[in-house]
């Protein structure tokens, strides 16, 4: 008897990683850690635990390549690159956050309103979206950037508003299909609110994987495009480091040889745009797993 | 066939009017809400009497209500005028002429090498032949796609010109001799950082799996059949329009970056020093083709899905 149960149960958590293939698992793995990593340099760099004053120029050291004091190396004017690169987790962690909250919020609005109320809401919601699609994110960026001022947390404001169009259009397709289940009908024929049933059924119970999948995508983005701004100077400005203006800091060196003060940043950015997007496709997959 | 594309393509037409009168709309309502005051942009307001700054304000119609502006600044829209750029001093719309194509063409090369890149990598993926080139492949397409394009771009400069000496390092206005590495490099850097890469071929490679588990595909392999040949529509046709249709925006914008690194003279440059220079007619010009280049990629979509698949004509 005490088999059938076994076998009946549902399998925990860590069973249900246990069967990922070791692909997953990796991905998984470093994605986590990489997002963890980030939080935690964040508020190190917040609290001043750096090893070095990012600031301080040590014009006897410059273009240091890594050593037991700098290690991470230092830049043309002799800054400590880690403490920088730590710095510059600053650059795009609260801005991307807003940005990454702002696509949520406004993507699952506009999903439910779309994937509840096809007829009432969904041409008008369609066209909404398609409207914010049509225009290239990078482009409306600098516009509002030359319109209004260039300020890193409006600038991913807009970032934000343009990912409400693949946030929205996931929750719609999942709802979609949700709608039709016999335990929406149910809880719906049993009286229970329309908006408990929103919450807790559609966006608690079916959504937030798709929720958090979006917020790691959202998060990968919102740093590339961060470094792309700063690099193109309209994002964070030197002495403030970002690790897009970072790399072009380090141009001239590069094209001389000195390849270290650009890629160190470089780096940084390669590991953990990789890490959101591994996290993300990890998850994505799972999910499409589960459905089929 | 053809009557249904051509349905397809106006009902698409129809609405992408629809959109880019909206799109307009943003524009206006986003120019009106910038702060200072747009007759500063045209004439130095301290040098003038109350009266002469409100004579120049009559001329250029800012003294009548939104919406007769909106109207009017749509009918010059529709004639072909951007406006001057505040910049240079020339009409935005033949600035956009002489840098777009060349941005187009970055664009369209850029974007077809993601797209050949990720259904090589998502085809071998999907048929499993080749797991270990597959795998690297697809590894490279991760890595590329965290890359930032800058870092690419100056490492494709770098290695061009210390080890084969073959770039012209920086590219002025008027190309020189117009040779192909010159092109191929921004292109390839641009294809293959745009930061789509594994994107798309995740995308492609659960696609393909899906459509190779059709009863379909099994009954062609059964029985001998050309597997390309039941697989290209439906496997790679229809999901290649639509991912080309998705990401022109963000190439578009990669573009941005990447012109700047390699100094091609395009449509990115443009846009660079006109936000630099916070020169908005050029700017609104650029954001406006942008949206058409994207729109007329959709309706292009729409009508390959419907030529290949009539049940989507409705």
């Not at chain 1, 935690?40 to 635990?49: D, H, K, N, Q």
């Not at chain 2, 965290?146 to 073959?166: D, E, H, N, S």
């Not at chain 2, 190779?212 to 790679?236: C, N, P, Q, V």
């Amino acid at each position: 008897m005490s088999v059938y149960v076994e076998l009946a149960a549902a399998p925990t958590a860590v069973q249900r990683v246990r069967a990922w293939p070791l692909r997953r698992t990796v991905a998984t793995i470093y994605g986590v850690s990489v997002a963890a990593l980030v939080v935690a340099v964040y508020l190190c760099s917040v609290l001043g635990l750096l090893p070095r004053d990012p600031d301080a120029m040590a014009l006897d050291s410059m273009n240091a390549l890594p050593s037991a004091e700098h290690w991470m190396g230092t830049d043309f004017v002799g800054r400590d690159l880690l403490s920088r690169i730590m710095v510059g987790t600053q650059a795009f962690f609260l801005p991307g956050l807003l940005s990454v909250g702002v696509s949520l919020a406004f993507g699952a609005l506009f999903g439910v309103l779309a994937g509840f109320w096809p007829s009432r809401f969904g041409t008008i919601v369609g066209i909404l979206l398609q409207l914010l699609e049509s225009l290239p994110k990078l482009v409306l960026i600098l516009l509002v950037i030359a319109l209004f001022r260039p300020d890193i947390y409006l600038i991913l404001l807009v970032v934000g508003l343009t990912n409400i169009p693949a946030a929205a259009e996931l929750l719609r397709a999942r709802i979609a299909v949700l709608r039709k289940k016999s335990y929406i009908e149910a809880a719906t024929a049993l009286g229970v609110p329309t908006w408990r049933v929103i919450l807790k059924h559609v966006l608690w119970l079916h959504g937030r994987g798709l929720v958090l999948i979006q917020a790691t995508i959202g998060m990968g983005e919102a740093i590339l495009i961060e470094t792309s701004l700063s690099y193109l100077g309209f994002g964070v400005q030197e002495p403030k480091p970002s690790w897009g203006n970072m790399v072009a800091l380090g141009k001239d060196y590069f094209f001389r040889g000195e390849l270290w003060i650009s890629t160190a940043p470089a780096m940084a950015i390669l590991l953990t745009v990789l890490g959101f997007h591994l996290l993300g496709d990890a998850l994505l997959e799972r999910l499409e797993e589960g459905n089929a | 066939m053809l009557k249904r594309v051509a349905r397809a393509l106006a009902r698409e037409g129809m609405r992408t009017a629809v959109l880019f009168l909206l799109v307009t709309l943003a524009m206006f309502v986003l120019l009106s809400r910038a702060p200072g005051d747009p007759v500063s942009l045209y004439v130095n307001v301290q040098s003038l009497s109350p009266e002469e700054v409100e004579a120049v304000r009559h001329e250029l119609g800012l003294d009548r209500s939104l919406p007769v502006r909106y109207g009017v600044w749509l009918g010059r829209l529709a004639q072909g005028d951007l406006g001057t750029s505040l910049r240079s001093g020339r009409p935005v719309a033949v600035e956009l002429w002489k840098t777009g194509w060349r941005t187009l063409l970055l664009t369209g090369s850029a974007m077809a090498l993601t797209l050949l890149f990720a259904s090589i990598t998502a085809y071998l993926a999907a048929m499993k032949r080749h797991p270990v080139v597959a795998s690297v492949l697809t590894a490279i397409g991760y890595a590329l796609s965290g890359l930032p394009v800058f870092w690419l771009g100056y490492l494709a400069i770098y290695i061009a010109t210390t080890r084969f000496q073959v770039l012209p390092l920086m590219m002025g206005a008027e190309s020189e001799g117009g040779s192909w590495a010159f092109f191929l490099v921004p292109v390839v850097v641009l294809g293959l950082g745009n930061g789509t890469v594994s994107e798309v071929t995740r995308h492609l490679r659960t696609h393909l799996e899906g459509v190779l588990r059709e009863d379909y595909i099994r009954t062609a392999r059964a029985k001998g059949a050309s597997l390309w040949r039941h697989l290209y529509k439906d496997g790679f046709v229809m999901p290649l329009s639509s991912l080309l249709a998705n990401k022109i925006p963000y190439v578009l914008g990669g573009a941005i970056v990447v012109e700047q690194v390699f100094n091609w003279p395009g449509m990115g440059r443009l846009t660079w020093q006109a936000a630099s220079d916070r020169d908005y007619p050029t700017l609104l010009g650029v954001t406006l083709l942008a949206a058409l280049v994207v729109r007329v990629a959709h309706v292009l979509k729409e009508a390959v899905q419907v030529a290949v698949n009539p049940q989507l004509a409705e």
